[in-house]
């Protein structure tokens, strides 16, 4: 028989996350720090207006952009949040989640060889999106220093002719990290010198603690350019739905739409009509989940400091990355060594790209009861291999 | 910070001073001194322990009472309210729009307790034209608090 599998796909590697997935699974009384989801419930009126949909017999496809509906809601909370304004009927597309906007983003916009600049430590799946899609993924190591900002001295070594996308991977995932307006302003001042686009993932858009989020998108000439994605999973804590969109020039929706409507037909129907509810009702639970993950941010930057552990003060989701490098070990060992003599499991920096190597990810969407346990013992962890030094 | 304060103590007012500082980001002497003034301007009234009963095995009983009274001309509804209140067996009492005045909150040892202050305190009161009481039967929820259900985290272990 001949081998069945693309040698494109094959060579793809699993993702860092995944082996350490497979210990914690085997370990029933682990206490997880490890989970990139809200410890929340989806608020109560949204769920209702989900299941109402069903009770009404919502049950069928919808249009393969979206519902129209949604698609006006998102271009009016687009106005309200970040005074961008986008067309509902031309530029919105309703994906399944974030992450489909990604790769069918990448899809559209990538010729074969053409590169795409990958500021890490960042969420797993941009890298393998680029190589499916025909792309050279170019990383970019981000840099404690300035704690994990992207510069754009940074942004201009990278580039070369072949360069065609920067994907701008904030608030970040894994480090907490967020760019500010004057950060933003000196990349978005190189993307327009170079001709670059830009796909912004700011998933986490509503989980800032210092200023309001500020989109790439508005800086001046970036609009056009610049493919915004956002969902509901990180701001409604409704992961399971499934549901993101994509914002950006009309000439770049249509095709991400016709890919999107041969993959996948459209968006789950139910998730849709309770995502309408959460944007027109669900102000309010945002401001309640932010304020709770920053009060367990404050604590757990606190706890670390008081530990001894260098960690600079991240202002964005609900990560905190302090650094293990006293300790002379790989971010693998020390997580599996904390995951087998102390029962709590965190995720190695390494997961999200070789540059997270010294760091961990240490997820707060617990309650504050179980990251006060989960610290008690990483403190124990931490002086115990204080005296083993 | 007080709406942030009074949000986190309504929910847990033991939580350790301490920790409500790093939490809401200031200093300790803050929080100790805004307590103080909630203290002192009755914003807070004072700091009770929610108790499910049922699992004491003390018998309780509490009822909801609607009561329809004759308001008192120049005292409106609050001399009638002020007579109700006064009782200890009584734990709240509101003032309510629509088919009813007053909505009086009982608790007593046994049914026949409640049913007798009814019937011999409530009812007689000149100003009260008549009552209707509800026992309550199994509380599931109070003060925001779900009774009897544990949280349970669903979620997957480690996720990217």
Same mark, same amino acid.
């Given at each position: 028989?001949?081998?069945?599998?693309?040698e494109?796909?094959?060579?793809?590697?699993?993702?860092?996350?995944?082996k350490?997935?497979?210990i914690?699974?085997e370990?029933?009384?682990?206490?997880?720090?490890?989970v990139?989801?809200p410890?929340?419930?989806?608020?109560?009126?949204?769920?209702?207006?989900?299941?109402? $949909?069903?009770?009404?017999?919502?049950?069928?496809?919808?249009?393969? $952009?979206? @519902?129209?509906?949604l698609?006006?809601?998102?271009?009016?909370?687009?106005?309200?949040?970040q005074?961008?304004?986008?067309?509902p009927?031309? =530029?919105?597309?309703?994906t399944?989640?974030?992450?489909?906007?990604i790769?069918?983003?990448?899809?559209?916009?990538?010729?074969?060889g053409?590169?795409?600049?990958?500021?890490?430590? $960042?969420? #797993?799946?941009?890298?393998?999106?680029?190589? @499916?899609?025909?792309?050279? *993924?170019?990383?970019?190591?981000?840099?404690?220093?300035?704690?994990?900002?992207?510069t754009?001295?940074?942004?201009?070594?990278?580039?070369t002719e072949?360069?065609?996308?920067? #994907?701008?991977?904030? *608030?970040?995932? *894994?480090?907490g990290?967020?760019?500010?307006?004057?950060d933003?302003?000196?990349?978005?001042?190189?993307?327009?010198?170079?001709?670059?686009?830009?796909?912004?993932?700011?998933?986490? !858009?509503e989980?800032?603690?210092?200023?309001?989020?500020?989109?790439?998108?508005?800086m001046?000439?970036?609009?056009e350019?610049?493919? @915004?994605?956002?969902g509901?999973?990180? !701001?409604?804590?409704?992961?399971?739905?499934?549901?993101?969109y994509?914002?950006g020039?009309?000439?770049?929706?249509?095709?991400? @739409?016709?890919?999107?409507?041969?993959a996948?037909?459209? !968006?789950?129907?139910?998730?849709?009509?309770?995502? +309408?509810?959460?944007?027109k009702n669900?102000?309010?639970? +945002?401001?309640e989940?932010?304020?709770?993950?920053?009060?367990?941010?404050r604590?757990? /930057?606190? !706890?670390?400091r008081?530990?001894?552990?260098?960690?600079?003060? *991240?202002?964005?989701?609900?990560?905190?990355?302090?650094?293990?490098?006293?300790?002379?070990?790989?971010?693998?060992?020390?997580?599996?060594?904390?995951?087998?003599?102390?029962?709590?499991?965190?995720?190695?920096g390494?997961a999200?790209?070789?540059?997270?190597?010294?760091?961990?990810?240490?997820?707060?969407?617990?309650?504050?009861?179980?990251?006060k346990?989960?610290?008690?013992?990483?403190?124990?962890?931490?002086?115990?291999?204080?005296?083993e030094? | 910070?007080?709406?942030?304060?009074?949000?986190?103590?309504?929910?847990?007012?033991? /939580?350790?001073?301490? =920790?409500?500082a790093?939490?809401?980001g200031v200093? =300790?002497?803050?929080?100790?001194?805004?307590?103080?003034?909630c203290?002192?301007?009755?914003?807070i009234?004072g700091?009770?322990?929610?108790?499910?009963?049922?699992?004491?095995?003390?018998?309780?009983?509490s009822?909801l009472?609607?009561?329809?009274?004759?308001?008192?001309?120049g005292?409106?509804?609050?001399?009638i309210?002020?007579?109700?209140?006064?009782?200890?067996?009584?734990?709240?009492?509101?003032?309510?729009?629509?088919?009813?005045?007053l909505? #009086?909150?009982?608790?007593?040892?046994?049914?026949?307790?409640?049913?007798?202050? +009814?019937?011999?305190?409530?009812?007689?009161?000149?100003?009260? /034209?008549?009552?209707?009481?509800h026992?309550i039967?199994?509380?599931y929820k109070?003060?925001?608090?779900i009774?009897e259900k544990?949280?349970?985290?669903?979620?997957?272990?480690?996720?990217?």
């Open positions: 028989m001949r081998n069945p599998l693309a494109k796909v094959v060579d793809i590697p699993f993702s860092g996350i995944r350490f997935f497979d914690v699974s370990m029933p009384d682990a206490i997880s720090l490890g990139g989801e410890d929340f419930d989806t608020p109560w009126h949204i769920r209702d207006e989900g299941i109402y $949909s069903l009770e009404k017999g919502r049950t069928f496809y919808t249009s393969n $952009s979206g @519902l129209k509906e698609r006006q809601e998102i271009a009016n909370y687009m106005k309200r949040r005074n961008l304004e986008y067309d009927m031309k =530029e919105v597309l309703i399944v989640g974030g992450s489909e906007a790769d069918i983003g990448m899809r559209v916009m990538l010729n074969p053409e590169e795409v600049l990958i500021p890490q430590p $960042s969420y #797993v799946s941009y890298e393998p999106c680029v190589v @499916l899609a025909g792309g050279v *993924p170019v990383i970019i190591n981000l840099k404690e220093e300035n704690e994990f900002r992207l754009a001295q940074e942004l201009l070594d990278a580039i072949k360069t065609k996308i920067l #994907v701008l991977p904030f *608030p970040n995932n *894994p480090t990290a967020i760019l500010e307006e004057k933003l302003r000196e990349i978005a001042k190189v993307c327009v010198e170079k001709d670059i686009f830009v796909m912004s993932d700011e998933i986490y !858009a989980l800032t603690y210092k200023e309001k989020h500020i989109s790439i998108a508005q001046p000439g970036m609009q350019r610049t493919i @915004l994605i956002n509901f999973s990180k !701001a409604y804590a409704m992961t399971g739905w499934r549901l993101g994509a914002c020039s009309a000439a770049i929706i249509e095709q991400m @739409l016709k890919v999107h409507q041969y996948i037909m459209c !968006a789950p129907t139910t998730s849709q009509y309770a995502a +309408v509810e959460a944007l669900g102000d309010e639970d +945002v401001q989940m932010r304020e709770a993950y920053n009060q367990r941010r604590y757990l /930057i606190h !706890a670390f008081e530990m001894g552990l260098e960690c600079f003060e *991240p202002f964005g989701a609900f990560y905190i990355f302090p650094s293990i490098q006293e300790f002379g070990m790989t971010s693998e060992e020390f997580a599996t060594r904390l995951l087998k003599e102390e029962k709590v499991a965190v995720v190695p390494t999200f790209g070789a540059c997270g190597e010294g760091f961990l990810r240490i997820s707060y969407a617990y309650s504050l009861e179980n990251l346990i989960a610290i008690e013992r990483i403190g124990d962890f931490v002086e115990r291999l204080r005296r030094q | 910070m007080r709406e942030q304060l009074l949000k986190i103590i309504e929910r847990n007012s033991r /939580i350790d001073l301490k =920790e409500l790093v939490i809401l200093e =300790e002497a803050d929080i100790i001194e805004e307590l103080q003034k203290e002192q301007e009755g914003v009234c700091y009770h322990t929610m108790i499910d009963w049922d699992k004491v095995g003390v018998e309780k009983v009822a009472i609607e009561v329809r009274v004759t308001p008192q001309r005292q409106g509804f609050d001399k309210a002020e007579r109700i209140y006064k009782y200890p067996e009584v734990h709240a009492v509101y003032l309510i729009s629509g088919g009813y005045d909505l #009086v909150s009982l608790e007593g040892k046994t049914l026949r307790e409640v049913s007798s202050f +009814v019937s011999d305190k409530l009812s007689t009161l000149d100003t009260v /034209i008549s009552t209707a009481t026992f039967l199994k509380k109070d003060h925001g608090t009774l544990k949280y349970e985290d669903t979620r997957e272990k480690v996720t990217p």
